[in-house]
């Protein structure tokens, strides 16, 4: 019996000791309270990074080949484009119609960021038809898509011809800009069908908007939300 209270004692005094000496090894005063801070401020920072990194990246839109979805930086007019937050890659690994994706082509622009819809998958048969106004239309595996998300009927860009037909290449998407008249897409060569790995992520909340320079630079700011999927 009084070998085991001495023991417990024995315990009880080591963990005091433990206690008191890693105590030593704590800064005091002012120059504890700064290291305490920036221990912090560590620890935060590299959640931040490995959050924006692995779940969520900020992105800015530029130019006008999403209008009237999204609103870009226009230099010309001194505005400032939409502000967006994708869901990275790492996450998100395959894409549908519909979806709103940023991709880096290597062989547009140095890989310059592109914001595009993705308008069809791998497998799926591209047609583009001419109607007799003289206008284009997409058809995906034969189907005519319904775009009412497009800011104008799309006109022949010397990069297509009317009955221009082509299937996408698994693990690759077709992309094109809700201004068609105005996009730089997978209608061009130098982009052509993107490569899921290309993709960066896809945008799922516009966190702050841009200024309209086709409504005079104003900011709608009812317009902060969840991005929805095109209706094609």
Wanted: proline share 3%.
């Amino acid at each position: 019996m009084n070998y085991t209270k001495a023991n417990q004692c024995l315990t009880q005094d080591d963990e005091d000791d433990l206690e008191q000496a890693s105590d030593c090894f704590e800064p005091k005063g002012l120059t504890g309270a700064v290291y305490s801070v920036l221990h912090d401020m560590v620890c935060i920072l590299a959640v931040v990074v490995l959050v924006f990194v692995f779940i969520v990246r900020p992105v800015g839109v530029s130019g006008c080949s999403m209008y009237p979805t999204l609103v870009g930086v226009e230099l010309s007019a001194g505005t400032q484009g939409d502000f967006l937050l994708l869901r990275s890659n790492f996450l998100c690994t395959s894409y549908h119609p519909g979806d709103i994706v940023v991709a880096s082509v290597p062989s547009f622009q140095d890989g310059e960021l592109i914001v595009k819809r993705v308008v069809a998958v791998g497998g799926q048969t591209v047609r583009f038809q001419e109607d007799a106004d003289g206008y284009y239309h997409v058809y995906v595996d034969d189907v005519l898509q319904c775009e009412t998300h497009i800011n104008e009927p799309m006109r022949a860009k010397g990069c297509m011809t009317d009955g221009y037909t082509d299937t996408v290449p698994e693990g690759c998407y077709f992309l094109m800009g809700d201004n068609r008249n105005n996009s730089a897409d997978s209608r061009y060569s130098d982009i052509g069908m993107v490569d899921g790995r290309n993709i960066v992520g896809k945008a799922m909340l516009l966190v702050i908007p841009g200024q309209d320079a086709q409504q005079g630079g104003i900011r709608s700011w009812n317009r902060i939300g969840i991005i929805e999927d095109g209706d094609d």
